[in-house]
């Protein structure tokens, strides 16, 4: 047992630790030097080469397009964007002072270089007759780009008014056979798919048959500076509207149309709203969530300095019985209210027709804040409408000053219904349905539908 002691065997790991640390370190020195060489050289040459092409400009009239507001610019505005393509950084030009007459048209960034920039000053312009739309799901689609910017004066009028007096359901609200869609589907005006290091600035959306400007499944999404404009009665025309998306921020933006401002479906996370005029519309919503089933899962919604004028809801989130999933972390504030139907909702019980089943399973829906939410009601202050089975909890309302200002409808009191939480100081009016602590239902802040 003589020179084996455990001291001795210490002092051999010992060493051999440290030759073989020293010995990677040297390898990883020469190799992170032989990387940086490799890469200095590759930049480089990425570089002068992108010096050179580095904003080409290239302007749709220089494409063959018209711009009377009659001819059909679509072909011109295909062949300016797969020249634009082909450069980094490049920028596609729609002037002012032209009316473009553009059908509907998928701009692919998949084989695209990155950091385009669509500078709209002009008006783009959906064809007035529906012929154009049929089984179209979007007009203006923008797919897979990374590094995208459109900003300008400009105007994109989808000509939505015909698509508006149709009582048709479309695939949000309900689930149709794939035949059945493609007759009676509207299109969504400007569609971005599967894109990251978005912008979009300055430009106005008007008149779409249906959602204004959708994300879906993006990542990277900032919107500020502009407007959306329809009618407060046209169906379906939800302003901004959001799915599978995250890290999504926007700000200064007027959004006035016949249903959700802002809506933030199934997916989305990182998501902050703020600074935002709003009305006439359906307010701010999450959801609706879960329809068929579906899982659902939203977290991290930060939604604040928002001005809500003549809408039916003010923030709401609603969902579907006999789903899977939840809605986590989702902050109002600041939210100024104005003849608001109702200011504050949650509705699990959401059905947009009559045929709807109830169903043990929900959406679960915890950690929600209100606070500092003043002004006016028509119909009802507050709804909190939870789930028997998943009740909605850790509620937080604090400084809420609500006020009717009757318009004609019935007043009803607020409403809670398993739902739990806790209330500051004031309260105005007051809230004794919301229950305090929690529910006895045990079911976990954990999903795993929506495990990372
Ligand atoms: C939540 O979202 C905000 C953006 O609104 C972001 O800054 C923040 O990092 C997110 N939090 C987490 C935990 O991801
Ligand atoms: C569903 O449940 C609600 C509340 O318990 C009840 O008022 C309603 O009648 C039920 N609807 C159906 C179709 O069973």
């Not at 783009?124 to 590094?147: H, M, Y």
């Not at 990182?270 to 068929?292: F, K, T």
């Not at 739990?420 to 100081?425: D, E, I, S």
């Amino acid at each position: 047992m003589r020179g084996f002691s455990f001291k001795n065997v210490t002092s051999i790991i010992l060493i051999a630790s440290l030759v073989w640390l020293s010995t990677s370190a040297i390898c990883n020195a020469a190799t992170t030097a032989k990387y940086w060489r490799h890469t200095a050289r590759q930049l480089q040459v990425h570089t002068d080469k992108s010096k050179q092409n580095k904003g080409l400009k290239f302007n749709v009239l220089d494409f063959g397009a018209k711009g009377d507001g009659k001819s059909d610019d679509t072909k011109a505005f295909q062949a300016a964007w797969a020249n634009a393509c082909k450069a980094e950084a490049s920028i596609m030009i729609v002037p002012s002072g032209y009316k473009f007459l553009v059908g509907a048209t998928s701009f692919s960034g998949s084989n695209c270089h990155g950091n385009i920039v669509f500078q709209l000053d002009g008006t783009i312009l959906a064809p007035s007759s529906k012929a154009w739309g049929a089984g179209v799901d979007q007009w203006i689609e923008f797919t897979n780009l990374v590094g995208f910017t459109m900003s300008g004066k400009g105007t994109i009028d989808g000509s939505g008014s015909v698509w508006w007096t149709d009582s048709i359901h479309d695939f949000k609200q309900v689930s149709i056979s794939k035949d059945e869609k493609k007759q009676t589907s509207k299109p969504m005006a400007v569609v971005f798919v599967g894109g990251s290091k978005l912008t979009v600035t300055g430009i106005t959306i008007q008149n779409s048959p249906q959602f204004h400007l959708t994300f879906d499944n993006c990542e990277g999404v900032l919107v500020h500076h502009i407007s959306i404009s329809s009618p407060g009665d046209s169906p379906n025309t939800d302003g901004i509207h959001l799915r599978s998306s995250k890290d999504v921020i926007i700000h200064h933006a007027n959004l006035a149309c016949g249903d959700d401002c802002v809506s933030i479906q199934t997916g989305c996370t990182n998501v902050l709203v703020h600074d935002v005029n709003c009305g006439p519309g359906h307010g701010i919503s999450i959801g609706s969530l879960g329809i068929d089933g579906i899982p659902a899962c939203v977290s991290n919604i930060t939604v604040r300095n928002i001005k809500i004028h003549d809408t039916m809801t003010g923030v709401r989130i609603k969902s579907w019985q006999g789903a899977k999933g939840l809605v986590r972390g989702v902050s109002f504030s600041n939210i100024q209210v104005s003849k608001v139907e109702v200011p504050i909702m949650i509705d699990q019980y959401y059905c947009d027709h009559s045929t709807c089943k109830n169903s043990s399973s929900a959406i679960s829906i915890a950690d929600i804040v209100y606070e500092n939410i003043k002004g006016t009601y028509t119909v009802q202050p507050i709804h909190l409408s939870c789930s028997d089975s998943k009740p909605c909890m850790n509620l937080k309302l604090s400084n809420v000053e609500l006020k009717p200002k009757p318009d004609g409808h019935q007043m009803s009191e607020p409403f809670c219904w398993k739902a739990f939480g806790q209330l500051n100081a004031p309260i105005i009016p007051e809230l004794d349905c919301l229950q305090k602590g929690q529910s006895s239902n045990k079911w976990g802040l954990h999903d795993a539908t929506c495990a990372a």
